[in-house]
């Protein structure tokens, strides 16, 4: 399943992934995005969509593309809030979510995963092999064997360390863009990836290990479709980030592909759900980060948090990448 390659033969792509990511001005509502091939979460999609990139210069299918980009964070010991290295649940186990969605309704995803390092690519499988979109904790790690993913023990001695530490206190307090404070993370989140081709084809994958040191069982809503991700042919896609139950809440990402449908931009469209979430839930949110990230049919792209601090990287049908400072509704 999947995007074929062959929906956008004949849309030469020019240029080499880009050796360096030059960090920018927060970009304008239309912008040269026009072109935008990948984006992702955070600084650290700079490193997936390379891979994105390379998997669709490759000959891949967006699919493809984004399944690449996003196992690039999961295999990351450094990255505490994805794949290997993730920080555990409460009871010290880690646990994994992800979502990975096509244009033409394919979806697959799992949640609570344990044992399997990349759990996109589990999703995808669900998408490609089985007649459902989502499996969940044991049933997702006995399909995950059948179908021949390897097992490892994700804990690694570094989140381990920090699971005892947090345990002697017990308290849970989201720290805002603790993604982008490497090898300190305290918390979780999210790397979320949109790929679009020249013709307008678009592609999404989700994937994280949640919020740190979580009650067992906790699922986000990076994996759930509509929530942490959602792709819609002829209009867009977009992903989120943060504390997943204010994305949950307002199923976050039907939400801002929804508003372009209507005719928001991207932009637009990520504003006013970041405003709903604030309005909707007033003090409750007053120091909790959510952000969006959305891209249209045409590759203009939209960014916005409830705090500053957001980034997502850009890179377009030329390989070239930039991370941007999204907007955001507080100010520093
Ligand atoms: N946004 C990821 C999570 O809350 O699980």
């Known amino acids: 399943m999947g995007i074929s390659r062959r929906d956008t033969l ?9 050796a360096g990511t030059a960090r920018a001005a927060p970009l304008a509502a239309s912008s040269t995005a026009d072109t935008a091939l990948v984006v992702s979460t955070w600084d650290f999609g700079a490193a997936a969509n390379a891979a994105a990139y390379a998997a669709w210069k490759a000959g891949g299918t967006l699919i493809d593309a984004v399944e690449a980009g996003a196992k ?28 990975i969605m096509d ?14 390092v990349h759990a996109i690519s589990v999703a995808r499988r669900v998408m490609d092999r089985t007649p459902h979109t989502m499996l969940v904790g044991e049933g997702a790690a006995q399909f995950a064997r059948e179908q021949g993913f390897p097992s490892q023990n994700l804990l690694t001695p570094e989140a381990e360390a920090a699971w005892r530490e947090w345990l002697k206190k017990a308290e849970y307090k989201p720290v805002a863009n603790i993604e ?15 790929a679009r081709s020249p013709d307008g084809r678009l592609a999404g994958a989700c994937t994280t290990s949640g919020m740190a040191f ?42 801002v592909v929804g508003s372009m449908r209507m005719g928001m931009s991207a932009m637009a469209a990520c504003r006013e759900a970041v405003e709903h979430i604030v309005a909707l839930r007033g003090e409750a949110v007053k120091d909790a980060q959510v952000a969006f990230l959305a891209i249209d049919r045409n590759g203009k792209v939209g960014a916005f948090s409830i705090l500053p601090g957001f980034t997502y990287a850009v890179t377009d049908a030329n390989g070239r990448t930039r991370v941007q400072p999204a907007g955001s509704l507080r100010r520093a």
């Open 214 to 255: 979580k009650l067992r069982g906790r699922v986000g809503d990076s994996p759930q479709a509509g929530c942490g991700l959602l792709v819609e042919p002829g209009v867009g896609a977009a992903t989120a980030t943060g504390v997943g139950e204010e994305v949950t809440r307002i199923a976050g990402a039907a939400r």
């Open 72 to 99: 690039v964070p999961e295999a990351d010991l450094s990255n505490h809030s994805v794949g290997l290295g993730g920080y555990p649940d409460r009871d010290g186990h880690v646990t994994l979510d992800a979502i």
């Open 103 to 116: 244009d033409r309704g394919h979806a697959g995803a799992v949640a609570g995963l344990e044992g399997y």
């Open 10 to 18: 004949g849309l030469a792509l020019a240029g080499t992934v880009a």
């Open 180 to 194: 982008n404070q490497r090898g300190t993370a305290l918390d979780h989140d999210t790397i979320g990836i949109l």
